[in-house]
């Protein structure tokens, strides 16, 4: 490595050092609207709880980074569902704290996709795991189940934070706790440490994607990765023997093919019910 190499390494290094050491969390605020509901931090616990995760966000530079950056291609690919399901847009942090943003998200418990849904409740929200097929990983449908559990999570709560934490902490966990300390809202809860957190760490999202620059993030349109969407689609009612010929025939890799189709979890589809199932040909930029 040349030394002036290693002489512009070094100045890049202390200016991203220099940059967070600058860096502060912006200030709670008085209150914050989420999905139409306000929420306020006039006591001492609801701002506690806030300012820590704002902390979070601030100094949690690689994936927040990241987020910003990946939040310009899911976004898009979401909002349109959440809007034709009726849910409230916001609601699109609850995925972001969920996975980071990250598609391919698999956590130690098991939870998969953006929207990290455990295999049982995959298949209760209508999604196909299956040896060789995942719909945890396709982000329409995956986006679609959540919009379910979380609408029928609002009927059963009426405010869209309760319906929220119970996304992490379960619907039957949430409603037991809301019978037992005589409250509505989550928010009034003794909760574990991860719930507890969770619905504070959806309200800091909404503030870090809305106002990146208060948290002392600045990535620009040019760097963030775009939505391309599919050449096309193609529908397959019958078995696949090699997606690897699959894609060459269709003008692709197997490699693209693959990142564009992650619920495909194998090197071929095996159908033997002859369902039908859309594969997207990727745009190769």
Known sequence: MSILKRICICAAFL??????????????????????E???????????????????????????????????????????????MGIPDDLKYLMAIESN?????????GAAGLWQFMTSTAREYGLEVRDGVDERYHIEKETRAACRFLK????????????AASYNGGQNGISA???KQHQKNALDLWLVEETSRYMFRILAAKMFFEDPESFGFYVP???RYPYIAPLRTITVTGPVESLVDFAEQNGTTYAKLKAANLWLRDDKLTNKNNKEYRIDIPDNR
């Open 15 to 36: 200016a991203g050092l220099a940059a967070s050491l600058e860096a502060a969390p912006p200030k709670v605020p008085d209150s914050i609207v989420f999905a139409g």
């Open 38 to 84: 306000t929420i306020r931090f006039d006591d001492m616990n609801m701002y506690e709880r806030m300012d820590r995760e704002l902390v979070t966000f601030t100094y949690m530079h690689t994936n927040s980074t990241l987020m910003l950056k990946r939040s310009s291609r899911y976004f898009p690919m979401v909002e349109p569902i959440l809007r034709e």
């Open 101 to 109: 943003l990250n598609p391919k998200a698999l956590s130690g418990a």
């Open 152 to 163: 029928k999570a609002y009927e059963k709560y009426g405010n869209w934070m309760t319906a």
């Open 177 to 179: 706790k809301l019978e």
């Open 221 to 223: 349109e040019a760097e």
